[in-house]
């Protein structure tokens, strides 16, 4: 079952920098994706792009946006229309949009279409979450480099299901592509955990023992939740966890990683 909404942010990358207002200036590109039932939305932000009226003095060329993808083995892309920069060189807009579902869209890109004879180049390219990629390769890249986290004693020993040894990770830029599912929640609370036993692995999503914060509740992936270190001395057992206790008791939702798969499975 799909999530009725999701949101998920592109980070923007640059494909020729010729259009770059200023050459030593700032960038901050990014494309936000949106998906409520039937119902899509795009959010995109450019900065310190040469503004639209230099590109029209230059063979009627023109911004655009797109999204590329497939469906049921057809190329499909949505092509928002002229996109303004103006003279300080940033540009943004938000657009609602129906058609295949958002999972179908793998490429984000802002092209400068000459008008005249139809050809493009493209500006700024990025990848959704949806573009398929090797899930085991991203989960050991993660792994490689746990202990650059903090090693910590997330929870007491007791009630520790994993027994395993807990690095946490703060969020700083980009998230691992195999964590951007969990990205509101990691943005929320503003860390993740990972953890070793022997020959597993376990990642933890921070959030309280509540539904709307279970990470991927529907997929079913994440049904171990465990409080950090002293809640447990407020409830003998999670029937108990009710009310004022679920509000204000924090801990993380846990899975393993199952390094064969690339995939997280439930406890």
Known sequence: MTREYRKFKIEMEYKTKEYRLW?????????ILESYKDKRSVYFE????????????????AYHILLLGEDDGEVIYKDFGEFHVGIKGSGSFFKKFKGPEI????????????????????????????????????????????????????????????????YRFYREG????????????????GNYIIGKKENHY????????????????????FTLWQPISGGEAFFKSLEELTGKLQEQIFGYWIGEIDMAEGKVLAL
């Open 23 to 31: 050459q030593k200036g700032f960038d901050d590109n990014l494309c």
């Open 46 to 61: 450019v900065s310190n792009l040469l503004p639209s009226s230099d590109l029209h003095t230059n063979g009627r060329k």
């Open 174 to 189: 980009n998230l691992p592509d195999c964590l951007l599912p969990y990205e509101e929640q990691i943005h929320k609370y």
């Open 202 to 221: 376990f990642i933890g999503i921070p959030g309280r023992f509540l539904q709307a914060e279970q990470p991927q509740r529907e997929e079913g992936y």
């Open 103 to 166: 999972e179908c869209y793998t490429h984000c890109l802002l092209i400068a279409l000459d008008e005249e004879n139809g050809t493009t180049e493209t500006i700024l390219s990025g990848e959704t979450p949806f573009m398929a990629k090797d899930e085991e390769t991203l989960w050991e890249s993660l792994i490689l480099n746990m202990e650059e986290g903090e090693k910590a004693d997330i929870f007491a020993e007791s009630i520790d299901e994993t027994g395993a040894l807990w």
